[in-house]
């Protein structure tokens, strides 16, 4: 079995670089961001702000994932809500209610479910750490906050997204900042977890570093 535990701050490309990976290597793909995405959805939605009302909304919050030939499904409650968790709005959302410990562990018992006997790449803020502390192979993927906010700016234009950079750097230190410096389970490098910086490379330079990784631990563990 292998299960490829992927961590790191956010607009680090987790996402798009474990997501080629699974597809490349044959491993089931799990955005745990995500997840933490469709709650915060349906906390927007149904106008709760504080940390009581949403602790008492988790018990109506159903979170499903499927897979498609070529993607990852996000289900809330029935509904797939794959193209609407991926706002700037949603994305603070997430970063917020993150922060719950009930919300972490009502998500952390789904992450785990998924990953008991299959090979998967997870990625996410605390998976080596806290989800997967036994992954066969823990990666920590950064960059610096400038080329972080940089992608993201880049990829909102190409979009049609009026944006601004600053904006967006400002967003990408406070979400740091607050993964960094939460009570239960913060964003942090698991102690033998591979470092992997791509503050200098392309995307391609980047999955590339990965694949190099996963297939030498696949030949290990084979």
Do not use: W
Not at 28 to 47: C, P, Q, W
Not at 160 to 171: A, E, K, L, N, Q
């Amino acid at each position: 079995m292998l299960r490829v535990a992927v961590d790191g701050p956010a607009g680090a490309g987790k996402s798009t670089i474990s997501k080629s990976v699974a597809q490349k290597q044959g491993l089931i793909y799990i955005d745990t961001g995500a997840m933490y995405r469709a709650v915060a959805l349906y906390m927007i939605r149904n106008g709760f702000r504080s940390v009581e009302a949403i602790e008492a909304a988790l018990c109506d919050i159903s979170i499903e994932i499927k897979h498609s030939s070529d993607a990852q499904l996000i289900f809330l409650n029935g509904e797939d809500v794959t193209g609407l968790i991926r706002t700037e709005e949603v994305s603070k959302g997430a970063s917020a209610v993150a922060v719950i410990p009930a919300v972490r562990l009502k998500l952390v018992e789904l992450q785990q479910r998924i990953a008991a006997g299959a090979n998967v790449i997870m990625d996410g803020r605390d998976i080596g750490t806290y989800v997967l502390p036994d992954a066969e192979l823990k990666i920590y993927l950064t960059a610096s906050a400038k080329a972080r906010a940089k992608r993201r700016y880049d990829e909102l234009l190409e979009k049609g997204v009026d944006c601004s950079f600053d904006d967006i750097y400002r967003d990408i230190v406070a979400r740091d900042e607050n993964d960094m410096n939460r009570d239960f389970a913060p964003l942090r490098q698991a102690e033998d977890a591979v470092l992997v910086d791509t503050t200098d490379d392309t995307l391609e330079e980047a999955i590339e570093k990965i694949m190099t990784l996963v297939e030498a631990k696949k030949a290990e563990v084979s």
